[in-house]
């Protein structure tokens, strides 16, 4: 239920400029990690690499460039889709696109940690480091945002009921 006095095609149109907001604050994050990763190639130091470190660096890049593709799925799809009257099928499929992404995105920067602090500290501070990052991931992108809809759902709830005391017209 929304507050909002807004038809399904308008509610789509909101909806879809919000995602591409949201996917505009996160591409910047995902373009800076794809090009500290493409450079790193080129550094002297990476033919030091042991091949735990090589596989770990191109799995990274590989997961970069697949959270770089959902990422910008949703402008293909909109392209595709343009004046076909598919907006909220379209709002559907790319926020599903976005959540993957958000999945891989995690994975991306939990490989290019491991990466980073296995060459710095030693692997098993990398492990260690590594799976802080995937925890802090799932806590503020996934279980946060679920507590918080829950409240609001409780809220809602609350809201909905009758004061106590007052007849609901029963009898």
Same mark, same amino acid.
């Given at each position: 239920m929304t507050d909002r006095h807004e038809t399904p095609l308008e509610r789509a149109d909101r909806n879809f400029v919000e995602l591409l907001q949201e996917l505009r604050v996160i591409q910047t994050g995902v373009q800076i990690l794809f090009a500290f990763l493409l450079t790193l190639a080129f550094?002297?130091?990476?033919? /030091?690499?042991?091949?735990?470190?090589?596989?770990?660096?191109?799995?990274?890049?590989?997961? !970069?460039v697949v959270a770089t593709i959902l990422f910008t799925a949703p402008a293909a799809l909109h392209r595709a889709l343009f004046r076909r009257g598919a907006k909220r099928l379209l709002v559907d499929v790319s926020s599903r696109l976005a959540g993957i992404g958000l999945v891989v995105l995690a994975?991306?920067? !939990? /490989?290019?940690?491991?990466?980073?602090?296995?060459?710095?500290? /030693?692997?098993a501070a990398g492990i260690a480091v590594t799976a802080c990052v995937l925890l802090f991931c799932a806590v503020v992108w996934a279980l946060l945002p679920l /507590?918080?809809?829950?409240?609001?759902?409780?809220?809602?709830?609350?809201? !909905?009921?009758?004061p106590p005391g007052r007849p609901t017209g029963h009898r």
């Open positions: 550094t002297q130091r990476f033919t /030091g690499l042991d091949s735990v470190q090589r596989g770990t660096y191109v799995t990274t890049l590989l997961l !970069a994975l991306a920067l !939990a /490989g290019a940690v491991l990466l980073v602090v296995d060459v710095v500290l /030693g692997r /507590g918080l809809r829950r409240k609001v759902a409780r809220e809602r709830e609350r809201a !909905a009921e009758p």
